[in-house]
């Protein structure tokens, strides 16, 4: 992720086609939460990438990345992978009551639950529904980060 391709004040990362698994431009709209962290990283002004272990390039070394992650999670925690949080955002939106096809949108997929007519014709983005659910998906995160129960209860049509 790199700073040009994120926009704070409109709250979106776009993800270059070139860098998507599927070769398609994707909008990822990003939660208030997920601004705040950004506007917060200390080399915002001095690199080129979000996420940089020295603040001069990309990360590269993913397994000690992943090693210096596990060494922070309580010993009890099951053996996991990088991808498994693509998994548990799934499972953890169906959970929040996020329709499948805005998840496999917010993911990038295309190929999941529109199917057949539908997936020729429906070129909707599901931009508004996206950005509804990985706001929902913030506050899950937050609300187990903290503590703090979410005795918030959000009415919106068609997430």
């Known amino acids: 992720m790199t700073w040009r ?9 776009t993800l270059p086609a070139a860098r998507a698994k599927n070769g398609r431009e994707h909008q990822i709209p990003l939660s208030d939460l997920a ?3 950004l506007r917060s990283l200390p080399w915002i002004a001095d690199s080129r990438f979000v996420f ?4 001069r390039g990309p990360i590269t070394a993913f397994v000690l990345t992943k090693q210096r992650l596990d060494a922070l999670m309580p010993t009890e925690t099951a053996p996991w992978t990088l991808h498994d949080l693509r998994r548990t955002f799934a499972s953890g939106c169906a959970r929040l009551g996020v329709a499948v ?6 993911l990038n997929h295309r190929s999941g639950s529109i199917k057949g007519v539908a997936a020729v014709y429906n070129r909707y983005s599901y931009d508004t529904e996206k950005r509804a659910a990985l706001s929902a998906w913030a506050r899950h995160v ?10 918030v209860i959000t009415l919106r049509r068609g997430v």
């Open 101 to 106: 096809h805005v998840v496999e949108a917010a």
């Open 35 to 37: 601004v705040e962290i």
């Open 52 to 55: 940089s272990l020295f603040g």
């Open 142 to 151: 937050e609300t187990i980060v903290t503590g703090a129960p979410d005795n």
């Open 5 to 13: 391709e994120i926009d704070l004040d409109a709250k979106l990362w």
